[in-house]
């Protein structure tokens, strides 16, 4: 079936690097673009940015531009992203989330914890 | 800055009729419409609708949605108690170049 299925959980500290993962299945990979949107704890979600697979075109939310870089692997069908000078402000659970009409299908999660 | 406004909260009855309300501009939500997603507690979002109007595969009819102007309005029917949830927005913004989201509705079935 379609899915997409996220690396797991990390824990790191204030002003380290983080480089989730994000391996689709049970669709032609380079058909959809890939968002990731994230969920601090107890909020609401917010748009990172986006990766367009065919090409490897990407866009990212004003807030996240020169901090955040994805990338992906069409050989794997998978979707990378590193966020940089990790705070605690970046504690969140970050989805990556297929766009067809919309967004269609997510991620189950991946939690990240920045803390000393 | 561009953002869509959700009400915090709203509290219905069982079996009653929920009207959810997504505000924006003529550059998100008066452009394209929004998308509504469901989200259980602990769970991952759920697309209900998309563009407004159109409901993916497998979504109940008891959820439906629609836009005038610069709002988009998602109505839920008999309510059931696993309609108990937050329901967020979404939308493109030309303006800023970005997907926006709601800060979601908590939606409690009494």
């Known amino acids: 079936q379609v899915q997409l299925v996220q690396s797991g959980a990390e824990v790191k500290k204030p002003g380290a690097s983080v480089k989730l993962s994000c391996k689709a299945s049970?669709?032609?990979?380079?058909?959809?673009?890939v968002h990731w949107v994230r969920q601090a704890p107890g909020q609401g979600l917010e748009w990172v940015g986006i990766?367009?697979?065919?090409?490897?075109?990407?866009g990212y939310g004003q807030r996240f531009q020169g901090r955040v870089t994805m990338t992906r692997d069409t050989s794997t069908s998978t979707v990378y992203m590193e966020v940089r000078s990790l705070t605690s402000e970046d504690t969140a659970v970050y989805y990556c989330?297929?766009?067809?009409?919309?967004?269609?299908?997510w991620g189950q999660g991946t939690m990240i914890t920045v803390s000393s | 800055q561009a953002g869509l406004t959700q009400p915090p909260s709203m509290s219905k009855d069982l079996g009653q009729t929920a009207t959810l309300s997504c505000t924006g501009d003529?550059?998100?939500?008066?452009?394209?419409?929004a998308a509504w997603l469901q989200q259980h507690q602990g769970q991952r979002p759920k697309l209900l609708s998309y563009?407004?109007?159109n409901r993916p595969s497998g979504i109940s009819q008891r959820f439906s949605a629609s836009r005038s102007g610069n709002t988009a309005s998602l109505t839920i029917t008999g309510l059931q108690p696993e309609d108990e949830a937050d329901y967020y927005c979404?939308?493109?913004?030309?303006?800023?170049?970005?997907?926006?989201f709601g800060g979601g509705t908590k939606l409690t079935v009494l």
């Open positions: 979404s939308a493109w913004d030309r303006s800023v170049g970005a997907w926006l």
């Open positions: 003529r550059n998100n939500v008066g452009r394209q419409g």
């Open positions: 563009r407004s109007n």
């Open positions: 049970g669709y032609s990979f380079t058909n959809f673009f």
């Open positions: 990766m367009k697979p065919r090409d490897g075109d990407t």
């Open positions: 989330v297929r766009e067809s009409d919309s967004f269609d299908i």
